[in-house]
């Protein structure tokens, strides 16, 4: 069925008065089935049911996703890892480039056995030039598990954005959810206060028993409490709203409508299985740990380097003095400059090699086991999500009809007490069950949206190049990747760490946060 229709229609928004609610149901309808449907609309407010009361400025859920993706700490410290991540490239590009070192030494002689000569001095400075020319294929194998590991980390990152979606979302539609349920029990208070008045009235007058007051006086009792517990429960999915989005919700409007889902758990199983980051990260680990075994093999190779090194010691003046020579015999500085290609084949390594293969081994073999355990984990997740949504919308479809049939019933109930078949008991257990109905209702609209986008995220299809945000520019970890792969410098530190999330604490709170870089 239309998602606008069924899945989002009246759902998250209370009533005024018991026929309002009772207007929004429709007739059940069976959901469509297409595979895969398009990102989120543009217009992220669109609705076809009245607001609630307005708490503050007007928020979208569109606008709630777009702060999240730009100010949510842990999305902006995934991005930070991630980058801490593409500089392991860098590192083990750096070990088959040219190293170059340089010495100096200053040396006061203050006993000489040389019977002729004297204590001197000499001033020495060198420097020395290595290129690497064969390793054991140790640095190809390491640049190449060190970009498994960046494939690794982009799907980590592209996981976490999914989950931290999910999270705002969840936290959205939970206000929503909340304040609705909030004033419902607001408008049954009000109802029972009205019943209470009457009864009370009418057992003045004789019509009613006072065991007909105390019922209703019972029944006001236990709504005022379950008032409480409903804005009790609201003041917490605004405190959550605000530690994942960074902001206090406002106005909250309806949602849009969701891309269109899988019409099977088996077509849902595949698209998660080709896009799920989760299992790309663990696939990619498990390849990054077959290099490092290739890795740990070249240990027991050759290393051949070419070198270059230049030595110059200088006197200062003390050659022919501490040689016992007369001045001007021997000169006082000399330069030795020389060139060659050095090797290094470690022949016995007391077994730590072959250890240390063994061990990079059974290391890939964690990953490859990991990947199956993920790809379980990854196709029951998927399952699970989609029976959620399915049993959700059952859920409204069945509360629909159950809200109907209770504000058909409770007119009745009353109109019976009038004549005398029904009694004060009847209508306020009428009146209840309407209440609880219209609470599933709202409940069960929320859990199919939630589950919907839960099953997006499991599907690897909840991330902001697939819902089509309008906040600007994405990020895009190749260009930070890039940056730095192939450069050579050893002094280009990058610009220092600064805090850019949200805090939600005022900026003068005596947190330790606070003497943090901002």
Partial sequence: MKRSDSLMRGAFLATVGWAALAATAAPAQQPAAPVQGPPMPADMSRSDVPAPVQTGPVQTLRDALVRTYNTNPTLLGERARLRGTDESV???RAQGRPQVSVNAGLNQDLVTHNIVGQNGRTLSAGAE???PLYSGGRVRNSVRAANSRVDA?????RATEGD???DAVTAYMDVIRDRSIVQLNQNNVRVLETNLQATRDRFEVGDLTRTDVAQSEARLALARSQLLSAQSQLESSEENYRRVIGESAGDLQPPPTLPALPGSPDEASDVALENNSDLASIVAQARAAGFDVAVA?????????????????NALGTADESAGLPNGTLPNSTTVNGIGLQLNWPLYQGGGAAARVRQAQATRSQFLEQSVAVERQVVA???AAYAAYRAAMDAIASNEVAVAANQLA???TRAEQTVGTRNVLDVLNAEQELLNSQVALVTARHDAYVAGFQLLNVMGKAEAEDLNLDGGPLYDPIADYNAHRHDWSDWDDGPEPRITSTRTVPTNANSPVTQLPQ
């Fill in 164 to 166: 931290v979606f999910t």
């Fill in 153 to 157: 980390g982009r799907a980590d990152l």
């Fill in 381 to 383: 997740s998927t399952r």
């Fill in 297 to 313: 093999r070249g240990a027991r190779l050759p290393t051949i380097s070419a070198v270059n090194q230049t030595q110059y010691v």
């Fill in 410 to 412: 409770l007119e009745g």
């Fill in 129 to 131: 030039v290595s290129l």
């Fill in 90 to 92: 860098a590192i083990a």
